[in-house]
């Protein structure tokens, strides 16, 4: 699997703006801070995207397990709001554990869960699912799924295709899918709106990477769940019960997910700045670019 830089990373997301919400710029000019500490008394709910906030690959990021305990021992509830979609929310849960993470299975709302919410709606018999070899789907529903391969006819026989994780795809796969669809447009549906995710090294291509191609070569506009959309947004939100608003606080390190998608759901946000997408770059240049304007910007958790 191809890395990109971070350069690149923002630049793929800049290109596919016409397909993500329009931002909405907070009222007041973005605060600077260290952490998280210094906006505790400020917020009720604190929502965190994983990669880039709990960690860096299959690193814990150091003093974030900390800084969630010291979160709730003042009385804040914390969740994770990721756009992971190769496992289901149990198996993260024991992945973050492993880490350091004292979560429990309601704590974890993912873009996956988003689409199994949406999945009754779809009247598709037969799906094929880009996802690593042997991952189950059991929390997807009783569905009838055929694994994207190096076959042709697989392709070619299913009704529509689920985007889920991209890890073992490969441009011989992603030649298939076109040519499948330039024959028979289907739906396509993508559990991962990212187009990248920070690494130990470089950035991954996610499955927003893919599902966007499809859209510039193929004319299939894809539907996604997760962030920056407000579905996935809407069920964390849910699972909180009455809840003022503008006491909730999305943290994350992308512009073009986290913080967009925090603003398109009418709740304030957070941009780190030190770990995941911009370490090492310029953020003040990069909110400038782009015109996604944080909250706050907070060097680390």
Do not use: C
């Not at 198996?91 to 309601?106: A, H, I, M, N, W």
């Not at 070619?156 to 795809?169: H, K, N, P, T």
């Not at 690494?199 to 927003?208: L, V």
């Amino acid at each position: 699997m191809m890395s990109l830089t971070a350069e690149e990373a923002f630049a793929a997301y800049e290109a596919v703006r016409p397909r993500l919400p329009s931002p909405v710029p907070p009222a007041p000019p973005t605060r600077h801070v260290a952490t998280l500490a210094e906006i505790a008394d400020e917020f009720d709910v604190f929502l965190l995207d994983a990669f880039g906030v709990l960690n860096i690959g299959e690193t814990a990021i150091p003093g974030t397990a900390e800084r969630i305990a010291d979160l709730r021992a003042a009385g804040k509830s914390v969740s994770v709001v990721s756009n992971a979609a190769s496992l289901p929310a149990s198996d993260l849960l024991q992945k973050y554990r492993r880490l350091g993470y004292q979560f429990d299975l309601p704590d974890i709302v993912t873009s996956r869960t988003a689409l199994a919410a949406a999945m009754n709606g779809h009247i598709i018999k037969r799906w094929g699912v880009m996802a690593p070899a042997r991952s189950v789907f059991d929390d997807l529903g009783p569905l009838d799924m055929a694994a994207l391969g190096d076959e042709a006819r697989v392709f070619d026989e299913v009704d529509g295709f689920l985007l889920m994780g991209s890890a073992q795809w490969t441009p011989t796969r992603q030649a298939l899918l076109e040519d499948a669809l330039k024959t028979r447009p289907r739906p396509v549906l993508v559990a991962n709106p990212d187009i990248v995710a920070p690494r130990e090294s470089g950035f991954s291509q996610e499955p927003g990477f893919f599902a966007h191609q499809l859209a510039d070569r193929v004319g299939v506009v894809p539907t996604f769940y997760g962030k920056p959309f407000p579905d996935v947004f809407d069920l964390a939100l849910s699972r909180l019960g009455p809840i003022d608003k503008s006491r909730v606080v999305m943290i994350g390190d992308s512009l073009h997910t986290d913080i967009l998608g925090a603003q398109t759901s009418g709740i304030r946000s957070a941009l780190i700045a030190n770990y995941g997408f911009f370490a090492g770059m310029n953020v003040e240049n990069a909110i400038q670019r782009a015109g996604i304007i944080p909250d706050f910007v907070v060097d680390r958790p």
